[in-house]
């Protein structure tokens, strides 16, 4: 993006509501929350609904208590100041599945300020970015069109979500991946969110502007809203800063709106212009009292916080000496993060040493198994598959009685079917052969068949090996020990050139 | 009660008092469903347009239920654990009761049952009550006069071409001319107040989150309050204490520190702002007196002052029709709200609210637009955020009397009971009606509506206003329960 638009700087701040994880609703006692592997579609509509949710007349909201303790949390674990006194305000406007008529909001008081997120990018570009506020507010319902017109679900609605409103200081598409990458670690590591990203647990609005580099002033910003995935949001992002720079370049000017990002066309378009926005009319909610948050409470809930995400990242670096990226990975997701500690776990009862079982586990974690929930778009660890089976593959693959081809395979047997180590190997019969008297007539048959590898090896060529291992493994069908046959050739051919040479 | 006291009970008389009625409940000379049925007549004879529904078969049911507790439990047992046991009650059409429409006095919500009822009328039903139906009122409790109701106004209960003041307009009159025992009101601004003062009976707004609010169809949710309507202030004190207390369904409910017995002369405060320009000269005489009789019995009467009388009204009507317009938007004809017929063929959404909001009446059209507009970004500043600050210095200048004083004392309203028709050309006028009410509202203040005489020349009935500290219900209660039986002789009694 800079190259292409050097001259150009894009300026992107970021809003991101948060469906909190609590088991009822923010102003009542129906339930909000769904069971795992549930959808919003099992449930049938309007079946979570009451006087309260459904804006009966007379009805009045309580707050749930639980639901303020989640975003204190949220708050406090992305370095917000905590306000002592915070006020809910009624936003309002008309529309069908918004059952008062207005939305418990919280405006000018928030319970949340100033906190920041950490991200990480690639060549040193790792930094803070500003948070300017989290407040609570109340989910709306669903409208469902259909020829037959609209009906309104409102399963949905007084669901509790924070509102996560950073500062316009991001400039890239990917940065504004990395903070919402690194904001959805946070809150789902924490605990306060489900992190359900098709049911819209973690939705974003992102606001985009472009001005010329070196200015201090914000050019005129449309809004995306509601992208619920964040390759989505960068996407969207990405067109937008080209759609700007191409209209300014064009001598016209940005239309202050709010678009919406269509994935099949890879392109925003326009929901409603500025004047067309309407006038929320807020001011505080009467039948509320002021939220009062003591500090002992608020440290009360400090208290209660896991490792966050980054200091796990800090923590697996030193201790376990894995990189920046693997790390990333590892605490990206919750069900991640905990199926690594958990293996952890389950290979020092296996008399593993914990570095190198570190290392191993998170190598089948973030190559085998994050691909694997990555193809599926987000898609949970897979039920088979428990902790004490990597712990397992970990063991063999170390005694040489599996290879790392061999555990994958294994890893996608139980992640489809499940099972256990030693039955799927040897069902697919993928014992590894460290039996020196089995492999000798392989590694003598390969090295009959190319003597001119060989020639090569002898007169100093050490990378062609590789070759030589490689065709020793193929012959054994992928079960040989690449370790061991790579001494037996050295045994074949003679120590000798390798002494010469060092 | 006293065992000495051993009249007949006359069911044909016009007022029954709750010891009345439970006396003759313990000396088995009537049963409640003798006493229910006896009510029902007097609503289906009435033409005070007093109730908007009436809910015989409930009723009779309820009384059954509480003659069989009666007979079951004895007497005694019975009226212990069910302090209201087979009063005839109504309540006001904009409380839910569970199976029964609730109108709110609007054409938008005909039709409307009630999914759920209001905590203080389950507290009625726990009590024993014996619910008759739903009394009429201004449009969405937002009126002085009871002419705001879409289903036409109700009567003054002895002059039927006055109106008997709003917007409890029906609980009033219904208590008025016998039609129930007890009505509960909702007060925003004078509601359950001013009509009582109209109609001669008593009235009684609790401190702000005394009451729950939780079911009552909110008007100006930071000013609204439920309270009880009755002949006498015994009563209203009676069924009050059924319904005070903190509801886990309404945030704003909280307990109150109770103060102790005064052991000095009560206090009064007189706030000189209450006598000025605008109050009818018999109204005013009628209050003094009344004042000077207190004094008599031992009252200490203070002269206090009331620095914003002049921002009383506009700080008000800014605040409550701003939580108005909020409050109303849910009447959308999407959930609930009637759908007229030409709201089915429209084709955006935009129409559709046009065609069902239309059905508000032109008051509550009025408010909703001042509302929204006061709350409106360009404005929000110079006008809500502003009656905001001032409903704090008034607040405090009550404070600050309530240093000095037990109970501020003045008029109700500036006038009696008016023609129909007369104001209703000019809201302004009306909303001028509340000048003496709407500081209780404003500061959260336990306030009430005792009948102390009538004007000379047209018999109309004049209350006196009692205003106390936030919390000191019970001290208002009984002193005005001390003094009610003195003014009795001033007025004329029955209809």
Same mark, same amino acid.
């Given at each position: 993006?800079?190259?292409?638009?050097?001259?150009?700087?894009?300026?992107?701040?970021?809003?991101?509501?948060?469906?909190?994880?609590?088991?009822?609703?923010?102003?009542?006692?129906?339930?909000?929350?769904?069971?795992?592997?549930?959808?919003?579609?099992?449930?049938?509509?309007?079946?979570?609904?009451?006087?309260?949710?459904?804006?009966?007349?007379?009805?009045?909201?309580?707050?749930?208590?639980?639901?303020?303790?989640?975003?204190?949390?949220?708050?406090?674990?992305?370095?917000?100041?905590?306000?002592?006194?915070?006020?809910?305000?009624?936003?309002?406007?008309?529309?069908?599945?918004?059952?008062?008529?207005?939305?418990?909001?919280?405006?000018?008081?928030?319970?949340?300020?100033?906190?920041?997120?950490?991200?990480?990018?690639?060549?040193?570009?790792?930094?803070?970015?500003?948070?300017?506020?989290?407040?609570?507010?109340?989910?709306?319902?669903?409208?469902?069109?259909?020829?037959?017109?609209?009906?309104?679900?409102?399963?949905?609605?007084?669901?509790?979500?924070?509102?996560?409103?950073?500062?316009?200081?991001?400039?890239?598409?990917?940065?504004?991946?990395?903070?919402?990458?690194?904001?959805?670690?946070?809150?789902?590591?924490?605990?306060?969110?489900?992190?359900?990203?098709?049911?819209?647990?973690?939705?974003?609005?992102?606001?985009?502007?472009?001005?010329?580099?070196?200015?201090?002033?914000?050019?005129?910003?449309?809004?995306?809203?509601?992208?619920?995935?964040?390759?989505?949001?960068?996407?969207?992002?990405?067109?937008?800063?080209?759609?700007?720079?191409?209209?300014?370049?064009?001598?016209?000017?940005?239309?202050?709106?709010?678009?919406?990002?269509?994935?099949?066309?890879?392109?925003?378009?326009?929901?409603?212009?500025?004047?067309?926005?309407?006038?929320?009319?807020?001011?505080?909610?009467?039948?509320?009292?002021?939220?009062?948050?003591?500090?002992?409470?608020?440290?009360?809930?400090?208290?209660?916080?896991?490792?966050?995400?980054?200091?796990?990242?800090?923590?697996?670096?030193?201790?376990?000496?894995?990189?920046?990226?693997?790390?990333?990975?590892?605490?990206?997701?919750?069900?991640?993060?905990?199926?690594?500690?958990?293996?952890?776990?389950?290979?020092?009862?296996?008399?593993?040493?914990?570095?190198?079982?570190?290392?191993?586990?998170?190598?089948?974690?973030?190559?085998?198994?994050?691909?694997?929930?990555?193809?599926?778009?987000?898609?949970?660890?897979?039920?088979?598959?428990?902790?004490?089976?990597?712990?397992?593959?970990?063991?063999?693959?170390?005694?040489?009685?599996?290879?790392?081809?061999?555990?994958?395979?294994?890893?996608?047997?139980?992640?489809?079917?499940?099972?256990?180590?030693?039955?799927?190997?040897?069902?697919?019969?993928?014992?590894?052969?460290?039996?020196?008297?089995?492999?000798?007539?392989?590694?003598?048959?390969?090295?009959?068949?190319?003597?001119?590898?060989?020639?090569?090896?002898?007169?100093?060529?050490?990378?062609?090996?590789?070759?030589?291992?490689?065709?020793?493994?193929?012959?054994?069908?992928?079960?040989?020990?690449?370790?061991?046959?790579?001494?037996?050739?050295?045994?074949?051919?003679?120590?000798?050139?390798?002494?010469?040479?060092? | 009660?006293?065992?000495?006291?051993?009249?007949?009970?006359?069911?044909?008389?016009?007022?029954?008092?709750?010891?009345?009625?439970?006396?003759?409940?313990?000396?088995?000379?009537?049963?409640?469903?003798?006493?229910?049925?006896?009510?029902?007549?007097?609503?289906?004879?009435?033409?005070?347009?007093?109730?908007?529904?009436?809910?015989?078969?409930?009723?009779?049911?309820?009384?059954?239920?509480?003659?069989?507790?009666?007979?079951?439990?004895?007497?005694?047992?019975?009226?212990?654990?069910?302090?209201?046991?087979?009063?005839?009650?109504?309540?006001?059409?904009?409380?839910?009761?569970?199976?029964?429409?609730?109108?709110?006095?609007?054409?938008?919500?005909?039709?409307?049952?009630?999914?759920?009822?209001?905590?203080?009328?389950?507290?009625?039903?726990? &009590?024993?009550?014996?619910?008759?139906?739903?009394?009429?009122?201004?449009?969405?409790?937002?009126?002085?006069?009871?002419?705001?109701?879409?289903?036409?106004?109700?009567?003054?209960?002895?002059?039927?071409?006055?109106?008997?003041?709003?917007?409890?307009?029906?609980?009033?009159?219904?208590?008025?001319?016998?039609?129930?025992?007890?009505?509960?009101?909702?007060?925003?601004?004078?509601?359950?107040?001013?009509?009582?003062?109209?109609?001669?009976?008593?009235?009684?707004?609790?401190?702000?989150?005394?009451?729950?609010?939780?079911?009552?169809?909110?008007?100006?949710?930071?000013?609204?309050?439920?309270?009880?309507?009755?002949?006498?202030?015994?009563?209203?004190?009676?069924?009050?204490?059924?319904?005070?207390?903190?509801?886990?369904?309404? &945030?704003?409910?909280?307990?109150?520190?109770?103060?102790?017995?005064?052991?000095?002369?009560?206090?009064?405060?007189?706030?000189?702002?209450?006598?000025?320009?605008?109050?009818?000269?018999?109204?005013?005489?009628?209050?003094?007196?009344?004042?000077?009789?207190?004094?008599?019995?031992?009252?200490?009467?203070?002269?206090?002052?009331?620095?914003?009388?002049?921002?009383?009204?506009?700080?008000?009507?800014?605040?409550?029709?701003?939580?108005?317009?909020?409050?109303?938007?849910?009447?959308?004809?999407?959930?609930?709200?009637?759908?007229?017929?030409?709201?089915?063929?429209?084709?955006?959404?935009?129409?559709?609210?046009?065609?069902?909001?239309?059905?508000?009446?032109?008051?509550?059209?009025?408010?909703?637009?001042?509302?929204?507009?006061?709350?409106?970004?360009?404005?929000?500043?110079?006008?809500?955020?502003?009656?905001?600050?001032?409903?704090?210095?008034?607040?405090?200048?009550?404070?600050?009397?309530?240093?000095?004083?037990?109970?501020?004392?003045?008029?109700? &309203?500036?006038?009696?009971?008016?023609?129909?028709?007369?104001?209703?050309?000019?809201?302004?006028?009306?909303?001028?009606?509340?000048?003496?009410?709407?500081?209780?509202?404003?500061?959260?203040?336990?306030?009430?509506?005792?009948?102390?005489?009538?004007?000379?020349?047209?018999?109309?009935?004049?209350?006196?206003?009692?205003?106390?500290?936030?919390?000191?219900?019970?001290?208002?209660?009984?002193?005005?329960?001390?003094?009610?039986?003195?003014?009795?002789?001033?007025?004329?009694?029955?209809?």
């Amino acid at each position: 993006m800079t190259s292409t638009f050097s001259e150009f700087e894009a300026v992107i701040g970021l809003e991101v509501h948060v469906q909190l994880a609590t088991e009822s609703k923010i102003f009542c006692g129906c339930r909000s929350r769904l069971e795992t592997g549930q959808t919003l579609a099992d449930v049938r509509p309007n079946s979570r609904v009451c006087p309260v949710c459904s804006g009966q007349p007379g009805s009045l909201p309580v707050l749930n208590r639980k639901a303020v303790e989640f975003a204190i949390q949220a708050g406090l674990a992305t370095e917000c100041q905590i306000a002592e006194r915070s006020v809910f305000a009624r936003k309002n406007y008309f529309y069908p599945d918004l059952p008062k008529g207005y939305q418990i909001s919280q405006f000018d008081e928030p319970l949340c300020l100033k906190g920041r997120i950490w991200i990480e990018g690639a060549h040193q570009t790792s930094r803070w970015v500003t948070i300017e506020r989290i407040h609570m507010e109340e989910d709306a319902g669903k409208s469902v069109h259909s020829s037959d017109g609209t009906q309104i679900n409102l399963n949905r609605a007084g669901t509790p979500l924070i509102e996560v409103v950073s500062a316009p200081e991001m400039h890239a598409p990917e940065e504004a991946g990395s903070y919402l990458r690194e904001l959805y670690a946070i809150v789902t590591a924490i605990g306060v969110c489900d992190g359900n990203l098709q049911e819209g647990n973690f939705r974003c609005d992102a606001n985009v502007s472009v001005r010329l580099r070196g200015s201090n002033q914000l050019g005129t910003r449309t809004e995306i809203k509601n992208v619920n995935s964040f390759r989505y949001v960068e996407k969207a992002i990405a067109y937008e800063i080209q759609r700007q720079v191409k209209l300014i370049r064009e001598g016209g000017g940005v239309r202050q709106e709010t678009r919406l990002y269509d994935p099949d066309r890879d392109a925003t378009f326009v929901l409603r212009s500025k004047e067309d926005a309407p006038d929320y009319r807020y001011f505080p909610e009467p039948d509320l009292p002021v939220l009062q948050v003591s500090p002992q409470w608020r440290e009360a809930l400090r208290a209660k916080l896991p490792e966050l995400p980054r200091q796990k990242r800090t923590r697996y670096q030193t201790h376990f000496g894995l990189s920046e990226y693997d790390t990333g990975v590892l605490t990206a997701e919750k069900e991640l993060t905990e199926f690594f500690e958990a293996a952890l776990l389950e290979s020092t009862h296996l008399g593993l040493p914990l570095a190198d079982a570190a290392k191993a586990v998170t190598n089948f974690l973030t190559q085998e198994i994050a691909r694997r929930m990555k193809e599926q778009d987000g898609a949970p660890m897979s039920a088979h598959l428990k902790p004490a089976h990597l712990a397992e593959l970990v063991k063999r693959t170390r005694e040489g009685a599996l290879s790392i081809t061999g555990a994958k395979q294994v890893i996608g047997e139980i992640w489809l079917r499940g099972g256990e180590v030693e039955q799927v190997i040897q069902s697919k019969g993928l014992a590894q052969v460290s039996d020196i008297a089995a492999l000798i007539p392989l590694v003598r048959e390969v090295l009959n068949s190319c003597p001119v590898q060989v020639a090569e090896f002898k007169s100093g060529k050490e990378k062609v090996i590789g070759f030589l291992v490689g065709q020793i493994m193929k012959k054994s069908g992928g079960k040989a020990n690449p370790g061991m046959i790579q001494q037996l050739i050295r045994n074949e051919l003679g120590q000798q050139q390798e002494e010469t040479k060092s | 009660m006293t065992p000495n006291q051993r009249l007949p009970f006359d069911l044909k008389q016009l007022h029954h008092s709750i010891d009345s009625i439970h006396a003759a409940f313990c000396r088995q000379e009537i049963g409640a469903e003798e006493l229910t049925l006896e009510y029902l007549s007097r609503i289906r004879a009435s033409h005070h347009n007093a109730f908007l529904c009436v809910t015989e078969s409930q009723a009779v049911e309820l009384a059954r239920q509480a003659d069989r507790r009666l007979r079951e439990l004895g007497s005694e047992v019975a009226l212990a654990r069910y302090p209201l046991l087979g009063i005839p009650v109504a309540l006001k059409d904009n409380l839910q009761w569970e199976g029964v429409e609730t109108t709110c006095a609007s054409r938008i919500l005909q039709g409307y049952v009630s999914p759920f009822s209001a905590t203080v009328v389950q507290k009625l039903l726990d &009590a024993g009550a014996v619910i008759l139906g739903k009394t009429n009122l201004d449009e969405f409790a937002m009126g002085g006069s009871n002419e705001n109701s879409a289903y036409g106004p109700v009567l003054h209960p002895t002059h039927l071409d006055r109106v008997p003041g709003g917007s409890s307009g029906g609980s009033a009159t219904a208590v008025g001319v016998g039609l129930c025992v007890v009505a509960l009101g909702t007060d925003t601004g004078g509601s359950i107040r001013l009509p009582a003062s109209y109609c001669g009976i008593s009235g009684f707004k609790p401190s702000y989150g005394r009451v729950s609010r939780y079911g009552l169809v909110a008007f100006a949710s930071s000013l609204d309050q439920v309270g009880p309507m009755a002949r006498s202030m015994k009563d209203c004190a009676r069924v009050h204490a059924v319904l005070a207390g903190v509801d886990p369904k309404d &945030a704003t409910t909280r307990e109150f520190k109770v103060e102790p017995d005064l052991k000095r002369p009560i206090r009064l405060g007189v706030p000189h702002q209450f006598f000025g320009q605008g109050l009818s000269p018999d109204v005013s005489q009628v209050v003094k007196s009344a004042i000077q009789k207190l004094e008599s019995l031992g009252a200490e009467v203070h002269e206090v002052s009331f620095d914003y009388s002049d921002a009383v009204i506009s700080t008000y009507y800014l605040l409550a029709v701003s939580e108005a317009s909020s409050n109303l938007s849910r009447f959308d004809g999407v959930r609930f709200g009637r759908r007229p017929l030409e709201a089915e063929n429209v084709l955006d959404l935009d129409s559709f609210y046009k065609k069902v909001r239309s059905q508000f009446g032109p008051e509550v059209k009025r408010r909703i637009l001042f509302g929204a507009f006061a709350l409106s970004s360009g404005h929000y500043d110079a006008y809500y955020r502003k009656a905001g600050e001032v409903r704090e210095l008034i607040r405090a200048n009550l404070d600050q009397i309530f240093e000095e004083v037990d109970l501020i004392v003045g008029p109700v &309203a500036p006038t009696t009971a008016y023609p129909l028709g007369s104001k209703t050309r000019d809201p302004l006028e009306m909303y001028l009606n509340d000048l003496y009410t709407i500081p209780a509202n404003l500061a959260g203040l336990p306030a009430l509506s005792l009948p102390i005489g009538v004007e000379s020349q047209t018999g109309l009935p004049i209350g006196l206003q009692l205003q106390a500290q936030r919390g000191q219900d019970q001290l208002l209660l009984d002193s005005a329960i001390q003094w009610e039986d003195v003014f009795k002789d001033q007025q004329k009694e029955g209809v």
